[in-house]
């Protein structure tokens, strides 16, 4: 008998996650397993920059459904979704859902189909930040005491699931998906140029050409923790500004909510004054790949630049209080600090690195073959 099975994306650090998936699917129809698989997009993030062109660097199929939520508050993200979710579900009754991460997609699909009695995977599962002040925390928790089975990229997020109560034989290890990518990626990402990249993601139509022949800095910030609060983003914005421009060029791709916080709190002029700083749109995955790859290091809020960093060895500064990604930490052999909210912390770690090497060691099984160990786990689940 055929199994069907739906997997849902919303966000960004979705799509590099599913695209190995897909190919694992493809590949496993193609040696004759009775598979059908669906992709629903929920719309979540729909701009160009944050959806379509993942979409088509990394060849992931259009999704036969896009649910067209949007932006809004959680409750009307989560809300629309489970709505229009709950319709697709209806028609195509598939044998599992397959969500991923952490991201309000996650979330409000888990719950849909737990309500219809349909069998749930969750990808990414057991990753533990313990700060309740985090939407994707509620997210992991909900879809992890929900879900049949909990695909987990490193042991730390099984041992987090057993204290939780969850039944062993409902959890396998296998490794970071994203990882995938990356693998498969590298090489073609390390053949590109700065200054090409640069070029075709400047935020401002400006007629200077930068040339960036020195070390250079990448940042990254995007969480409510850091942006929405106009004292927290001042005080990363004048840390920039007086310490890391000193002398190095800092190269920020914004996300689109930082963007416009930056206008909402009067940093933006201050920003665009200095000619350190190179401002960038939101680049494609190869564009970030090559970045991470090349800065000195990268400083950052989000998970998945955390975890890609580690495996690159670049040296990483986490802006963060909290980390539901322990396994990236110096301490466990990964290249990434928390700094937290703390400038003297973030000024002490970034002088220490730009004076000292760093050595990481890739966490195991993040060795670019996750998607197929997670079909086989799916394909062999006894309920
Ligand atoms: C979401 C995820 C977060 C992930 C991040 C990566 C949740 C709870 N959060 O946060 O875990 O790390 O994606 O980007 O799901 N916007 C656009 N265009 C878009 C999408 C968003 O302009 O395509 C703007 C809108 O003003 C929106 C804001 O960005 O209100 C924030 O987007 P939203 O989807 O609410 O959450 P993210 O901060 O992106």
């Known amino acids: 008998m055929q199994t069907k099975i739906i997997s849902v994306v919303g966000a960004r650090p979705n799509f590099m996650k599913i695209a190995p998936l897909a190919e694992a699917f493809n590949q496993y129809i193609s040696k004759g397993h009775s598979l059908q698989h669906i992709l629903v997009h929920t719309g979540q993030h729909y701009d160009r920059k944050m959806s379509d062109s993942f979409f088509?660097?990394?060849?992931?199929?259009?999704?036969?459904?896009?649910?067209?939520?949007?932006?809004?508050?959680?409750?009307?993200?989560?809300?629309?979704?489970?709505?229009?979710?709950?319709?697709?579900?209806?028609?195509?009754?598939?044998?599992?859902?397959?969500?991923?991460?952490?991201v309000n997609a996650t979330l409000a699909c888990s719950v849909t189909a737990k309500k219809l009695d349909i069998k749930v995977c969750h990808l990414e599962a057991g990753l533990r930040s313990g700060d309740m002040r985090m939407p994707e925390e509620i997210n992991r928790i909900v879809t992890d005491r929900l879900s049949d089975l909990l695909l987990t990229p490193d042991r730390i997020s099984n041992s987090n699931l057993i204290a939780e109560g969850v039944s062993d034989d409902r959890i396998q290890?296998?490794?970071?998906?994203?990882?995938?990518?990356?693998?498969?990626?590298?090489?073609?990402?390390?053949?590109?140029?700065?200054?090409?990249?640069i070029q075709r993601n400047l935020l401002l139509d400006e007629s200077t050409k930068h040339s960036v022949d020195h070390e250079f800095?990448?940042?990254?910030?995007?969480?409510?923790?850091?942006?929405?609060?106009?004292?927290?983003?001042?005080?990363?914005?004048?840390?920039?500004?007086?310490?890391?421009?000193?002398?190095?060029?800092?190269?920020?791709?914004?996300?689109?909510?930082?963007?416009?916080?930056?206008?909402?709190?009067?940093?933006?002029?201050?920003?665009?004054?200095?000619?350190?700083?190179?401002?960038?749109?939101?680049?494609?995955?190869?564009?970030?790949?090559?970045?991470?790859?090349?800065?000195?290091?990268i400083l950052t809020d989000s998970g998945g630049l955390q975890e890609e960093s580690c495996?690159?060895?670049?040296?990483?500064?986490?802006?963060?209080?909290?980390?539901?990604?322990?396994?990236?930490?110096?301490?466990?052999?990964?290249?990434?600090?928390?700094?937290?909210?703390?400038?003297?912390?973030?000024?002490?770690?970034?002088?220490?690195?730009?004076?000292?090497?760093?050595?990481?060691?890739?966490?195991?099984?993040w060795d670019g073959n996750t998607a197929g160990r997670c079909l086989d786990a799916i394909l062999n689940y006894k309920s």
């Open 56 to 102: 088509e660097e990394l060849g992931i199929p259009e999704a036969q459904y896009n649910l067209g939520v949007g932006s809004g508050t959680h409750a009307e993200q989560v809300g629309r979704t489970m709505i229009e979710f709950e319709k697709v579900l209806m028609v195509e009754k598939p044998d599992w859902v397959i969500v991923i991460g952490d």
């Open 173 to 197: 290890f296998v490794g970071n998906i994203m990882i995938d990518t990356l693998e498969k990626h590298r090489n073609k990402a390390g053949a590109l140029k700065i200054e090409d990249i």
């Open 217 to 297: 800095i990448v940042v990254t910030l995007h969480r409510p923790s850091n942006v929405d609060h106009q004292e927290n983003l001042t005080a990363l914005v004048d840390f920039f500004l007086q310490e890391v421009v000193k002398d190095t060029t800092l190269i920020w791709p914004i996300h689109p909510r930082t963007l416009q916080k930056l206008k909402d709190f009067d940093l933006y002029d201050k920003i665009c004054k200095s000619s350190n700083v190179i401002l960038l749109n939101p680049v494609g995955y190869f564009d970030m790949l090559k970045l991470n790859m090349s800065a000195k290091i």
């Open 311 to 365: 495996v690159l060895g670049t040296p990483c500064l986490t802006l963060r209080m909290n980390t539901e990604r322990p396994v990236t930490l110096r301490e466990n052999g990964g290249a990434s600090v928390l700094v937290g909210e703390d400038i003297h912390k973030l000024q002490a770690e970034f002088n220490y690195l730009k004076q000292h090497q760093i050595e990481s060691k890739v966490p195991e099984l």
